[in-house]
């Protein structure tokens, strides 16, 4: 099986350019592909944080509509279910992961975008969830995500509407965080990457566990859970070596542990 996905490390960081020509869609090989991925970068200690961008002009342009045709209701949830899973992965991932949203983002592929951490985006991408010009509803995350990014009325704007917004406007709602000239994103977020892998590994997964409870706890659970949390980065070496630093004016030397 052709891998899909090009995958350079440097300096601690995975630059990960999704190839599936013409329009880089998510099919079910490709979803089954970034699952594997996940597993290899999950236990890389050379990666300390992923950045994800399309090949060409689009980022994803969504799902393989072609495996739509022979679809049955229950083989339809049950591949709307395992995109899910994988995309709840991404989100829940102990390294961050950056989409650098290049071009066309569209269905599926602004659905996996919602689930990455942080969302950069080319001014003149173009965004939008355009399942219902299809006679489908989103099915990997983009009626749950949307609404806690933009808001309900928004988001049931945008779904229902299939309208789809430059990357300008994303920004101006909220969708996506930052927003560049298309020939600057990858090196910007390259460089956002960079900045963060210099922090412990140790702490960057704290951090991502403590900031993805809001999502399911109370303000009071969540800040038992951030007390908790903040506990364990005392037990980890890389405390130490950060207030030694700190005191003595000089960049720590973080060891990962």
Wanted: aromatic share 6%; proline share 4%; glycine share 8%.
């Amino acid at each position: 099986m052709d891998l899909q996905w090009n995958v350079q490390v440097v300096d601690r960081v995975a630059l990960v350019t999704i190839n599936n020509p013409p329009a880089n869609a998510l099919s079910k090989s490709v979803i089954a592909q970034l699952n594997e991925l996940l597993d290899q970068w999950e236990n890389d200690e050379q990666i300390k944080a992923i950045v994800l961008t399309g090949e060409g002009r689009f980022f994803i342009a969504g799902a393989d509509i072609k495996e739509f045709t022979q679809l049955q209701s229950e083989d339809a949830a049950a591949m709307s279910k395992q995109g899910q899973q994988v995309f709840d992965r991404v989100e829940k991932f102990p390294k961050p992961i950056i989409a650098a949203i290049n071009g066309a983002c569209l269905g599926g592929g602004l659905e996996l975008a919602m689930a990455c951490h942080i969302r950069l985006a080319a001014a003149d991408a173009r965004l939008g969830l355009p399942e219902l010009n299809l006679g489908l509803i989103p099915g990997y995350g983009g009626t749950q995500r949307l609404p806690r990014l933009v808001g309900r009325g928004k988001a049931t704007q945008l779904i229902l509407t299939s309208e789809m917004i430059s990357g300008e406007e994303a920004h101006r709602i909220g969708l996506v965080d930052v927003i560049y000239p298309v020939e600057e994103l990858v090196d910007e977020a390259k460089k956002l990457a960079e900045a963060i892998a210099q922090k412990s590994a140790v702490t960057i997964k704290l951090a991502l566990k403590a900031i993805h409870a809001r999502e399911e706890l109370s303000l009071s659970e969540g800040l038992d859970y951030e007390a908790k949390l903040f506990g364990e980065a005392f037990a980890a070496e890389d405390v130490k070596e950060g207030v030694a630093a700190f005191l003595e004016k000089r960049k720590p030397q973080f060891a990962d542990r």
